[in-house]
């Protein structure tokens, strides 16, 4: 059993009528193989059994508190945050589980100089299993990598130390960036030279359910796009090189999204970021190797794999 009084790692959980998946979640974390740590569960005001699923596990431990974060949940992050009592701070989502030896890998991990360590995550939609996804492979500088290319990663793969949590600031409340404020949060992590390490294991669920509409996903792009633009060089300072690097960028979200809508079903909102992908950038071998699934797609009458 930890020390309540000094935990090593703190685990913040934000929650909204997730009990029957917290009460996975909470399993996974109590079954980790290191165990000084506390769980602070975040819960905004859930209208289901949140309570008596916490409530049930009767370890010190875990502790649950009630805040409204009125549809923000890098509000429910950023209040855990606040009452974490370690220097290191893993997120779990309250729909994700852990794999046991989770915190004992990553903390093995950290050196003096290291201020976030992230793992892979096996992808599930729906409760089958969709891909394994490993982060940081070859990857030198994390600001341009997660700025030009993407491919940021969830808060259920990451430990960071909390001390750099607080240095930028940590998650941003911002309306606008809602569904995105984890990408934000990771390019100013790197933007501050935070030096990230990663582990190319899978000690992670990450759980995708219930289907997005159309509308989460225009305004998850949107959300992106007001990221990118913010971090991106001034007009007046960007070279030729800095243009061509923002039109394949925009190139990347375009048809990140289409995929997203195809996924949902809307053809006709796919076909047009398809092409606003092609005209922002259009030697982008994903896009072709997209359109091509896409048009699979049409002739068998399903909405397409997941690409990736």
């Not at 950023?78 to 046991?100: M, Q, R």
Request: charged share 25%; glycine share 6%; with cysteine.
């Amino acid at each position: 059993m930890g020390d309540t009084l000094h935990p090593a790692v703190s685990i913040v959980i934000p929650t909204y009528n997730h009990a029957a998946f917290l009460r996975q979640a909470l399993d996974s974390v109590v079954a980790q193989t290191f165990t000084n740590w506390e769980a602070i569960v975040v819960n905004n005001y859930s209208e289901d059994n949140t309570v008596d699923v916490v409530n049930s596990f009767n370890d010190p431990r875990v502790r649950l508190v009630n805040f409204r974060n009125n549809g923000c949940i890098a509000a429910s992050r950023n209040k855990g945050l606040k009452l974490a009592n370690a220097d290191l701070v893993a997120f779990l989502d309250s729909d994700d589980a852990w794999y046991p030896d989770k915190l004992k890998r990553c903390l093995e991990e950290f050196t003096p100089e290291t201020g976030l360590v992230c793992h892979g995550l096996r992808f599930e939609r729906d409760g089958i299993f969709w891909k394994n996804v490993v982060y940081g492979r070859g990857k030198k500088d994390m600001f341009n990598h997660l700025l030009y290319i993407g491919n940021m990663f969830p808060p259920s793969a990451i430990v960071v130390r909390r001390e750099h949590l607080l240095q930028v600031g940590g998650f941003s409340e911002d309306p606008s960036l809602i569904t995105a404020e984890d990408y934000e949060f990771l390019i100013k992590l790197a933007k501050a030279r935070i030096r990230f390490r990663f582990i190319h294991d899978i000690l992670a669920i990450y759980r995708r359910h219930g289907g997005n509409a159309s509308r989460s996903v225009l305004r998850q792009m949107e959300a992106t796009l007001t990221i990118v633009n913010k971090f991106f060089p001034a007009a007046g300072e960007a070279t030729l090189v800095d243009r061509l690097k923002i039109r394949r960028r925009m190139a990347l979200i375009y048809v990140g999204f289409a995929r997203a809508f195809q996924m949902e079903g809307n053809r006709a909102e796919a076909l047009h970021y398809f092409w606003k992908s092609a005209k922002s950038f259009p030697f982008l071998p994903k896009l072709y190797a997209a359109l091509v699934l896409f048009f699979v797609s049409l002739a068998t009458g399903q909405k397409g794999k997941a690409f990736r």
